[in-house]
């Protein structure tokens, strides 16, 4: 291009001393005014065919279907199937139909409250209908946050997880799951007051009011601490699906002076010991949750309350073999990946399924033990060079030889 000629924009046709910066390209000109307009329209389509995709992508599955698709990942808790299915199904309705509403009647939210010990599937329930429905899913614990201005993390950390997830698309993470772990340590503390403030317990249950009714926040792009000079990124928590987890470990004594207070005279051992059972989560109550320490307007948030059974032994040994990801499988595809065929011999099984019982630690107890059993042929056979498949079976004098090193209660013989 001459020098001596006048630049201009290409676009507006404005010379150069007209505007802060003229860009120079092989057969013309832009300038800074042009390159900030054809930014803001490539956002815009973005943000367009985003929000069009994010609507195909989302298939609307019935809760029949859903309840289907938990089956094959999760062994018994029938009644907490059903009323994920039905909310899940319930919430992404709202989402994709909102434009055809025609009544104009505004649906509310419901996020959802389970309660469970620990290793019963409440993490793997939320995980599973995420993955199925194909929206940005994030775990967050709760116990490491605290009111803002406190050593932890603030509360809006966790939206910066799930924008993460869904590599910072706003739109996309506008529709996520977020599951909220450990929801009871956040319980206040006591009734009496005190000098000291509550920042991680009652605190963290205010903060998390408005995000989970639904408001715009501004979010840290990288996460950490808020500060005057940092850029922001506003998310809109209104179609953001939360689901809270929790043991509430204590919660059966609370259940069990509610239901047989009324318990009076010589026969009040039998009236209240037939109600001492072990699924006592059955009559469980939002006032239950709230006397173990959730304030009344974050229960109120949580309009769906649901509990998961505690594991026996028939389940126990169901979750080891059957689900479409079982441990077993898991095991086998391992072994299957060296050439090498794994057998176990039902006796084994329940062998498991006794140190899983006595540690008392749910499904995840089940992992635990398989790894101390699996642990020398995992470290040996794959050194085995040979092309030739080999068989390798497990049966219960070795699993009691491999497991003697537990330490555990003294066991029952497997049958």
Avoid: W
């Avoid at 922001?232 to 470990?249: D, E, M, R, W």
């Avoid at 699924?279 to 959730?294: A, E, H, M, R, T």
């Amino acid at each position: 291009m001459n020098k001596n000629s006048v630049q201009i924009c290409a676009f507006c046709s404005k010379q150069k001393a007209e505007v802060n910066m003229l860009i120079t390209g092989n057969s013309g000109n832009i300038c800074d005014i042009c390159v900030k307009q054809a930014d803001s329209i490539i956002n815009e389509e973005r943000i367009a065919s985003s929000s069009q995709k994010i609507k195909k992508d989302l298939e609307l599955f019935k809760p029949v279907e859903i309840k289907a698709h938990l089956d094959q990942y999760v062994i018994g808790q029938d009644t907490t199937k059903k009323v994920l299915s039905v909310a899940v199904y319930n919430h992404y309705k709202r989402i994709l139909y909102s434009n055809k509403n025609k009544k104009n009647v505004e649906l509310d939210k419901s996020n959802i409250l389970l309660v469970g010990e620990t290793g019963t599937g409440k993490t793997l329930f939320a995980r599973t209908i995420a993955k199925m429905l194909n929206v940005p899913f994030c775990i967050v614990d709760a116990t490491s946050m605290t009111e803002a201005g406190y050593v932890g993390e603030d509360v809006e950390s966790l939206l910066t997880r799930l924008l993460q997830v869904a590599n910072y698309d706003v739109a996309l993470a506008e529709r996520g799951m977020v599951f909220i772990d450990e929801i009871d340590k956040i319980s206040r503390k006591n009734d009496n007051p005190s000098i000291t403030r509550d920042v991680s317990g009652e605190g963290v249950q205010q903060a998390l009011l408005k995000l989970m009714e639904g408001t715009v926040v501004n979010v840290p792009p990288q996460g950490g601490r808020k500060h005057p000079d940092q850029k922001y990124i506003q998310v809109n928590t209104k179609n953001i699906l939360f689901i809270c987890g929790g043991a509430f470990s204590g919660i059966h004594s609370i259940i069990n002076s509610r239901i047989g207070k009324f318990a009076l005279g010589f026969n009040r051992k039998k009236q209240t010991n037939h109600q001492v059972d072990d699924d006592i989560l059955k009559y469980l109550l939002p006032q239950d949750v709230k006397s173990y320490g959730l304030i009344p307007e974050l229960i109120g948030r949580l309009p769906i309350l649901t509990h998961l059974e505690p594991l026996n032994k028939d389940l126990l040994l169901k979750i080891l073999v059957e689900p479409k990801n079982s441990i077993i499988k898991q095991y086998e595809t391992l072994f299957a990946m060296d050439n090498i065929e794994l057998s176990i011999d039902l006796k084994v099984y329940k062998l498991i399924v006794e140190y899983a019982l006595n540690f008392e630690l749910g499904a995840r107890g089940l992992r635990a033990i398989c790894e101390q059993l699996f642990l020398e042929a995992l470290y040996n056979m794959p050194s085995n060079n040979s092309t030739e498949l080999t068989k390798f079976h497990v049966n219960v004098k070795y699993a009691k030889e491999k497991l003697s090193l537990l330490n555990s209660r003294k066991l029952k013989e497997a049958s």
